[in-house]
Structure formats: C-alpha cells, structure tokens
C-alpha cells in the first residue's frame, strides 16, 4: 500500500513488543506494515492469536536474534529493500540479585541483548536511513536507564549505557533528518515480571553474605513486588506511547518519553541536587527505614490512585523523607 510505513519490531513473542505489533498493525487507517521479529518462531501463537485477520496482511513474522549478527543481517536483507521507516528496539532481558553471586558471563549477556543487541540493529539499519534522509529509531530503555534502582546494579547499568548512547547519536541523526527517541517505562506487567520472580525462587545466591541475601529476599523482593501491583502498568499503555512515537506525521518526535507520571517527581529528585545525596538518602530510608511502612502505604496508594496523573507520589515522597535518612 503507497504511504504505509514498514515498521520492524524486535521481540515480539509476548509482553510490550506483541502489543506494540499488534497495536500498529491493527491501524484503523493501516498506516504500518509490521515485521514483528522474535528470535524463536515456536513462541508466535500469542501475537498470532492476538493480531488476528491483520496476521499475514499488515502484520508478518521474522526470526530476528538480536544478540546474533548474522541473524540481524539476514533479516533486514530480507525486507524489500532493505526500507525501515521505524525501528523499534524492544528486546530486553532483566537481571536482579546481590552482584556477588551473579557471574560476569551472565552480566554480559545482559549488555549483550540490552544494550549490543540494540546497537547491531542501529548499525544494520542507520546507513539506509541516512541516506535516504528519513527514518524512525525506537528504543524501549526503562526508568532504570534514568534512575538506578537497588539489587537491579547491572540491568540498570545496560539501560543507562543506552541512554548515554542515544543522547549521543539523536544529534548526529538530526542533521540526517533521521529521529531517536526513547521510551522510559516503569514497572509492566509482562513476562518480564514472572520471569524475575521464577528466576529468584531457583536461585540461591552463592557468595552472597547472609545479610546480604536477607536484604534481597525479605527486603527488596516484597517491596518490589508491591511497586508492581501499584504502580504497574499494562502493555497496551507502553504500546500506545510507542505508537504515538512511531506516527509518520509526528515529524519532531519526543526524545524521552516516560510512560508513567508517578516517576517524573524521582527522576526529578536527582536533577534536584546535584551532588546525588538527596536521590540515594530517599531510596535508603525507603527501602531499609520504611519497608513495612512501604506495603502499608502502597497499598493505601493503590486504594487512592484513581487518577494516577495526580501525581500523590510526590506527595508520599514528602512524607516518607525524613531528614534524618
Ligand atoms: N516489564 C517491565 O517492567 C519493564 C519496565 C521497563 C522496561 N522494560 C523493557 O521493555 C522491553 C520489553 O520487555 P517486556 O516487559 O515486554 O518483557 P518480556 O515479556 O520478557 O519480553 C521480552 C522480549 O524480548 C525477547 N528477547 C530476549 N532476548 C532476545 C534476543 N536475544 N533476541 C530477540 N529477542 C529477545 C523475548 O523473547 P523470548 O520469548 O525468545 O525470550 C521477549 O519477546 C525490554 O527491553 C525491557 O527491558 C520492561
């Protein structure tokens, strides 16, 4: 169809990337053409199911390993003309635990798909993109890109690495009229969040101190678990902040885009003292000094939150942050 936009989207077998391929693919105005990639096919029944009579007409599968250069090669060759309107980086994989007991092969892996995985696509599509002077780059970072999160060390640093990254080549692309933007979400609910808790019932933590181990288990994991269930948002939220980004005639789009307003006032935290005391004061005396006052309160703000845009976390904030850490 003239004037549709081929949209290439990586991880699409469950959570924000198959919403995202449905959700553009199921335009009303069939604005998109979506490649919806994931790295082994066997898992398309759900984004099948999901895309319905769009499966096979505006939406179409492809094997795309992002961790793998000829994989990622392979596909893009295989697109007619190798023409990417809009690229959208979403495979990602978590990691959490005390740093003691994660190997460092494991800690690469995480760079290998977060953050190299992101850049092969980058590389293996940009060139076209700039010489055909158009062109879209979607990259699905985190809040944990913007702000470190506790026992989250090495999965925050590959979103943070990412960041620095794209705010370094969204300049070079302007001149190329080639823009980047990046989406900041929360906590989701996805396979993401399952595959955390599964991960930290098998595992047991070798080389980690007890303490250690009791402040992971019995401090962090609930605490965590109580942000999921009050602040955590759907798939279909983060897919229409990335259908937004991809829309062809948002000629300027955002560069970040935080999908969840109840973090603005955290990340502002951080811009809001300099010398970074205030940021990491406030997530001590959150999670050591009021942990079982955190599931009380969370779950008092779960009961209020009718209309998140309000913004009472700030208010919370104020209350929990005594001066004395
Ligand atoms: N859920 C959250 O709370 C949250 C919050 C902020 C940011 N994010 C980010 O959102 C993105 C999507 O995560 P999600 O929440 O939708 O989680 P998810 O349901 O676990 O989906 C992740 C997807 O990435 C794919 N993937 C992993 N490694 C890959 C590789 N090497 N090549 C290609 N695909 C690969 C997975 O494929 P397989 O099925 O083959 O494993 C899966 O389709 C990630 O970048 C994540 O960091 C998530």
């Not at 994989?71 to 809009?86: A, L, M």
């Not at 494991?106 to 293996?124: A, C, H, L, S």
């Not at 885009?257 to 005396?285: M, R, W």
């Amino acid at each position: 169809i003239p004037g549709q936009k081929l949209v290439l989207i990586t991880g699409c077998s469950s959570g924000i990337g198959l919403r995202m391929a449905v959700m553009l693919a199921t335009d009303e105005q069939k604005r998109y053409h979506v490649v919806a990639t994931m790295r082994d096919l066997k898992r398309k029944d759900k984004l099948v199911e999901a895309a319905g009579d769009a499966y096979g007409k505006t939406l179409s599968l492809a094997v795309l390993d992002v961790c793998n250069d000829e994989s990622v090669q392979q596909c893009i060759s295989g697109i007619k003309d190798r023409h990417v309107d809009v690229l959208i980086n979403n495979a990602g994989i978590g990691l959490v635990g005390p740093i003691e007991s994660i190997p460092i092969e494991e800690m690469k892996k995480v760079f290998e798909t977060n953050f190299f995985g992101v850049i092969r696509m980058i590389k293996e599509v940009m060139p076209d993109m700039k010489r055909r002077k158009g062109g879209h780059i979607i990259v699905v970072s985190s809040v944990m890109g913007l702000q470190g999160v506790v026992f989250n060390d090495v999965y925050a640093a590959s979103k943070f690495a990412m960041e620095g990254f794209c705010e370094s080549l969204v300049v070079q692309l302007l001149k190329f009229n080639v823009t980047l933007s990046m989406i900041e979400p929360g906590p989701v609910h996805t396979e993401f969040e399952s595959k955390m808790i599964q991960d930290v019932k098998q595992k047991e933590y070798p080389g980690a101190d007890p303490d250690t181990v009791h402040y992971f288990k019995n401090v962090y994991l609930p605490s965590s678990v109580d942000i999921f269930e009050t602040l955590g948002q759907t798939p279909d939220d983060i897919a229409r902040v990335g259908s937004q980004a991809s829309l062809p005639q948002s000629s300027s789009p955002r560069f970040r885009n935080l999908t969840n307003p109840l973090y603005t006032p955290i990340v502002a935290l951080k811009y809001a003292d300099e010398t970074g005391g205030l940021s990491v004061h406030a997530f001590y005396h959150m999670l050591f000094n009021l942990g079982p006052l955190m599931h009380v309160s969370m779950t008092a703000m779960n009961l209020s939150l009718t209309r998140p845009k309000k913004l009472h976390i700030s208010d919370g904030l104020k209350l929990k942050l005594a001066p004395d850490r």
